[in-house]
């Protein structure tokens, strides 16, 4: 029965795991990347350097987008985002 079943006359599908991908590992790599990424813009704020290169505002916006880039390749990777390294 293919990917769905016939359920009191109505048509249920049913959900599977995720199966794994052609392009995952590339995938990982750019993971690994916005961590890196991500990593680099936590280590400005914590040692003041971000004083250099951004605004307080620029800060906050460049912290927003590393964590969700991170978070939009853990999830093409297939890695849940609580389960991403930080």
Request: avoid cysteine.
């Amino acid at each position: 029965m293919n990917s769905s079943a016939r359920f009191n006359g109505h048509l249920r599908l049913f959900m599977s795991s995720r199966q794994p991908g052609p392009y995952d590992s590339v995938a990982r790599k750019w993971l690994a990347l916005a961590e890196r990424r991500r990593a680099h813009v936590i280590e400005l704020r914590e040692s003041g350097r971000w004083r250099h290169y951004y605004t307080p505002e620029g800060l906050l916006e460049a912290l927003r987008e590393a964590v969700r880039t991170r978070d939009e390749w853990a999830r093409l990777a297939g890695v849940e985002t609580g389960n991403a390294p930080a």
